[in-house]
């Protein structure tokens, strides 16, 4: 390589970053899968992980975008839940330690994941209240110090973090987000099924997930309670956001860090059908229900690839679904094969619609925005 290529942005490095992103969105489904079929059967955990894998936001950020960060947070917060789960039922000081240290971690790949810390807080104060009115003093006061073990260890760990934004931002508190945040107005419903990139409205599959994790009450209610209540909390959290939709994000990426929780929370919701249902019938539904998931999930991923929706700001649902039918199956074909023999062409093409596109989006309106349609 020459001199002039060791630039952090020539082939080997892309490349690299490429597969790692790859491998990192991998491992997290693995571990995720894992943890899910501690818990159901392990054809429900199957079925679930290879539906978050292609019915979500998580392979546009695994294969497609994997400069971003998304594919490895969802990784680093499996590994967190998976650890967690592993040892909650009598976690040693040095278990305290090591889970600390998977904290930071997830915190360091993506910050805004300090929101799941509300599982271990959750936890611990279930563990203080049980101890208190059983007159255990001796168990309250160890719980007392692992907990702060385990905070000195989390800011141990983020400290890189915090060392890089004193050197970017002039102070380690300061993230370069401060302006961007409204705590007392979260626009929770946009989020969830806004056309401009909602949650469930542009991954479906994830409300049978979020469903799970309550019906998850029936094999275990503190994982059941833990779930949701950080995805409760996350969802505050991007909803608090002032640019909640991410821009260009395909669905609402920032939920990609709670992978793990969607793949057991749609097993949950699929072995909840099996109980009800027959048997043969429920993995009928379940298994043709995926599939449809996966494939609409795909069209919609061409369609936004290739910006026959808008990559930025609402898309027309019926054109959505007009082109899912009528123009996706025909382009297809010819754009993968474009993509294989003229790749350098075709992609170029596709940034030129997207800096059009963001050209128009920057023109002044005529009358500025009245606050409560930026809220």
Wanted: aromatic share 16%.
């Amino acid at each position: 390589m020459c001199q002039k290529d060791a630039d952090g942005f020539s082939f080997p490095y892309v490349l690299a970053m490429a597969i790692a992103t790859a491998f990192y969105g991998f491992l997290g489904l693995w571990i995720s899968f894992q943890l899910t079929r501690k818990y159901v059967p392990e054809k429900w955990a199957f079925l679930s992980t290879l539906g978050i894998w292609f019915a979500s936001s998580l392979p546009v950020y695994m294969y497609f975008n994997p400069s971003w960060s998304h594919a490895q947070s969802g990784c680093a917060a499996a590994l967190y839940f998976w650890y967690w789960d592993r040892t909650r039922s009598d976690r040693t000081w040095m278990q305290w330690i090591i889970l600390g240290l998977i904290s930071g971690l997830m915190m360091d790949v993506y910050y805004v994941n300090a929101v799941l810390l509300i599982v271990p807080l959750l936890e611990s104060l279930i563990r203080y209240w049980k101890g208190i009115t059983s007159k255990q003093t001796a168990a309250v006061g160890r719980l007392f110090f692992q907990n702060v073990l385990f905070t000195l260890v989390i800011l141990t760990a983020f400290l890189p973090t915090l060392i890089a934004k004193r050197i970017i931002y002039g102070s380690y508190l300061n993230f370069g987000y401060e302006d961007l945040w409204n705590f007392t107005s979260p626009a929770l419903l946009k989020v969830c099924i806004s056309s401009e990139h909602g949650l469930f409205s542009w991954t479906p599959i994830v409300v049978l997930a979020v469903i799970g994790l309550a019906l998850l009450r029936r094999h275990d209610k503190m994982l059941s309670l833990s779930c949701t209540a950080a995805f409760a909390a996350y969802l505050y959290t991007i909803g608090c956001y002032a640019d909640w939709t991410g821009f260009s994000s395909f669905g609402n990426r920032f939920f990609v860090s709670l992978t793990p929780l969607f793949i057991i929370g749609l097993a949950a919701f699929f072995d909840w059908m099996a109980r009800g249902w027959k048997e043969r019938s429920a993995a009928i539904v379940a298994t043709s229900a995926t599939a449809l998931f996966i494939i609409w999930n795909l069209g919609l991923i061409f369609q936004w690839g290739v910006h026959l929706i808008p990559s930025r700001g609402p898309i027309s649902w019926r054109d959505a679904a007009y082109n899912q039918v009528m123009v996706v199956p025909k382009q297809t074909v010819s754009t993968l094969k474009t993509y294989m023999t003229r790749r350098r062409r075709l992609m170029n093409h596709i940034e030129q619609q997207d800096v059009q596109q963001l050209k128009e989006q920057n023109k002044a309106p005529a009358n500025p925005p009245q606050k409560e349609d930026r809220e």
